[in-house]
């Protein structure tokens, strides 16, 4: 599966840039979680990640390759949840590294699409997430209580990195979060929009159905991306349906 690694160069390229500061993972560093949806309302908010019409993104990226995610670890740029003092500009990023993914291609893409879930499973107290699929938007509303009571990046990204570690495929986790630099964050919040045109593309072409290249809507994408043609025409001249 190295469909998302140039991308993933691109992302760690754009982080590394801009002084990052970097954690291993602790499982006993998660914050507690609820166990489902808690509404935080306005008036309990110390402030919105993403908040209004500030730029505010996730994505997530799957690779084969070791090298490029060789650790479980957390990284922010930008200020951390307890320095924050109103609405930022956010993004949120997920890099896997997972084994044995790569031979079945259909077994792949279920894979990916799980992992994708993961996003709707996490449940920090006081850190209410609201995402889109849409618009691949993903705003966050922090409580002053949780402010209060020390919340910050390194404790939700331990909390996304357990839950994924839940699914034995993924050997290790990075979870970037950016705050601040509008620039940045919509930059990134672009490269989210990419990464979720080659999953679409993925999902096309994982439907076999026969087409014909010079008029796809999806040509866009795979002129860019290595690998993606490849899939879909491995067994010979037509589209395989597996
Ligand atoms: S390989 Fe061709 S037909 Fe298949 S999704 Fe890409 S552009 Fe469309």
Known sequence: M?????????????????????WP??????????GANELVLGRDAAFELGGGNLPASNCTCVTTDGSLVPEDRIILVGQDLGALRADTPF??????????????????????????????????????????????REQVRVSRQAVKRGISFRNIGDSFIRKYKENKLID????????????????????GKKVDAITLTLNHIMDGLATDCSVCSFKPVCDEIDGLKELHFKKGAKPMNI
């Open 25 to 34: 993972y602790e499982p006993g560093g998660a914050w507690p979680d609820n």
């Open 2 to 22: 190295e469909l998302y690694d140039s991308t993933i160069r691109e992302i760690l390229g754009r982080v590394e840039a801009n002084s990052p500061r970097s």
């Open 91 to 136: 993004a949120r990023i997920v890099l896997l590294h997972v084994n044995s993914i790569s031979g079945d291609d259909q077994e792949a893409f279920r894979t990916i699409r799980d992992m994708e879930f993961v996003k709707y499973h996490v449940f920090p107290q006081g850190y209410m997430m609201r995402v889109s699929p849409e618009n691949g």
């Open 172 to 191: 290790h986790a990075c979870v970037i979060f950016v705050t601040g630099g509008r620039e940045l964050c919509k930059e990134l919040a672009d490269t």
